[in-house]
């Protein structure tokens, strides 16, 4: 359960989070769509412990968050970038980067947990040798997503996780994502500026604009068009198909 209740967060004198707040429940699944811009990633990373100034109150799993986090929340709560060349080292192979969380977070049989989760995001167990250049996109997403699953979280925090795919490998990458809440019954807050995307993994969605979360509603209305707020209109125009990925 997650619950981030009035967020403030400002670089300097420029607030770019302007008092958001929302709820996600144990195993649901929040999108946070908006333009470029709007504070959807500011919000995750005050969610995730990367950025410690912010002001408001932010609670999971029934505590409540201070700015700097221990090692418990960090085998809780896991991150999932947009760009898998940037967050994987390149000079480690796959098995280094795998490893890695485990060693880190004391927790043994390192052996069978990278095979189990190679195999739960379908990678063949060969890639442990390999570099990540040595990888396709969507292999290299796979990596990401298996590395942040295999201290065993209970909350994915999503960045745009497929926006530097191909649109074919994008849909792989989301079903993928589906599956794994399901047989892993995690909790995800999902950012993106695809609506597609969004609606596609998430039945609750908050849209934003400067900062603020202007609407919240299900995907079945965004879809449906049952809409509040002109810029969810705005933004669901923009969006050519929103079955594109689905
Ligand atoms: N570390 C930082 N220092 C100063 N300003 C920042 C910092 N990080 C983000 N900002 C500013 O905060 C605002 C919100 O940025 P944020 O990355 O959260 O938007 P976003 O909606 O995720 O956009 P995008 O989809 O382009 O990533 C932007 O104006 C950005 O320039």
């Keep these: 359960m997650i619950d981030v209740d009035s967020l403030r967060v400002r670089f300097g004198s420029n607030e770019v989070v302007k008092g958001v707040s ?17 504070g959807k990633s500011t919000v995750l990373r005050a969610i ?38 940037g967050s994987l080292h390149p000079r480690q192979t796959i098995d280094r980067i795998l490893s890695e969380p485990l060693l880190v977070h004391g927790i043994g049989e390192i052996e069978a947990r990278i095979e189990k989760v190679l195999a739960e995001v379908a990678l063949p167990s060969t890639v442990r040798f390999r570099y990540p250049h040595q990888l396709s996109g969507g292999q290299r997403q796979r990596v990401a997503i298996a590395r ?14 497929t926006s530097a795919l191909d649109v074919s490998v994008q849909a792989e990458i989301l079903n993928l994502l589906a599956d794994l809440r399901e047989t892993r019954r995690l909790t995800y807050v999902l950012v993106s500026h695809n609506l597609a995307v969004v609606t596609h993994l998430c039945p609750q969605v908050g849209v934003m604009i400067g900062g603020e979360m202007v609407e919240q509603l299900s995907a079945e209305d965004l879809r449906a068009g049952r809409i509040h707020h002109p810029h969810t209109s705005q933004l669901r125009a923009l969006s050519v198909d929103l079955e594109e990925v689905a």
């Design 22 to 38: 929302f709820h996600v429940p144990v195993g649901g699944s929040f999108g946070i769509v908006g333009e470029s811009g709007s």
């Design 48 to 85: 995730s412990g990367l950025n410690a100034e912010w002001s408001g109150r932010i609670v999971i799993e029934g505590e409540t968050m201070k700015p700097r986090r221990d090692r418990a929340f960090f085998r809780k709560v896991q991150m999932v970038f947009q760009d898998p060349y």
């Design 148 to 161: 942040a699953l295999i201290a065993e979280p209970e909350i994915l925090l999503l960045d745009e996780p």
